[in-house]
């Protein structure tokens, strides 16, 4: 029994060995860039079709270029990219900044999804354009060429919106706020409000601590929110909500940071932006 079975799987791998290399290309165009590169194990022949334009071009969006073309960047990536592989691995590990630098954009690596950052430029923040309350500077280690400070509010809000076309169809997204603390003031004592509507119907609301730090001594409902954690480019994150993209419907998506009720000022809290990516 044994001997027969293995003599059937080395027929098998025979018949496969046989396919010219752009029909394994094709099978393999079927599956996801995470089982593309296992598949590379099997022989010479699946490695070969794995690195084939015909594999990774299928990974990458169908809108690709009209997303990153008007991007000096990405434009520049465009042409030089020697394979479509390449061009793939390079727009996972790399955003590219699009949007006249009001946005990045980069692909999830193992399922090739779409992911977007909403630069502080393109959210909404009431008070932003009034020094006193916010001011714009720069940081080396923000991917954008400036990002928002608050200096003092006792009105803090912030709101970004992205719809659901630009993003990867049938696809579960988390929403992401990006950010720092410099000498925080309040957000220790204060949690803040995050909210996520689809088409103006409110689908997600929870409060949050957005200082890591928050008093311990608050009560225990208190104690129990979520706070952010640190990103591995130095910033923080905390999760903003869910929803789903269908691709069926082109859907408005909003997502709001908000505290309003506690009649005291807020500062020290630095500004990227959101993030939009895909939830495995």
Known sequence: METEMKTK???????????????????LSLTDPLDSCKFSVVSKDFCSASESDIVWDHFLPSDLISIISE?????????????????????????????????????EKQSGKKIYMLSARDLSIAWGDTPTYWDWITLPESRFKDVARLRYVWWFEIYGKISTRVLSSNTRYAAILVFKLMDPDDFDVIPVELTIDKSEDRISTKQVWLDPNFDKERDSELLGLESPKLRSDGWLEIEIGEFF??????????MGVVEIKAGRTKGGFILEGIEIRPIN
């Open 245 to 254: 993209s269908s691709g069926i419907q082109d859907e408005v998506i909003q």
């Open 9 to 27: 799987n080395e027929e098998e791998k025979n018949t496969i060995e046989v396919l010219p290399e752009e029909c394994i290309a094709n099978i």
């Open 71 to 107: 991007s000096q960047s990405g434009s520049s990536l465009l042409a030089t990219s020697p394979s479509k592989k390449t061009l793939y691995l390079t727009l996972s590990d790399n955003p590219v900044i699009i949007d006249n630098g009001k946005k990045s954009f980069q692909l």
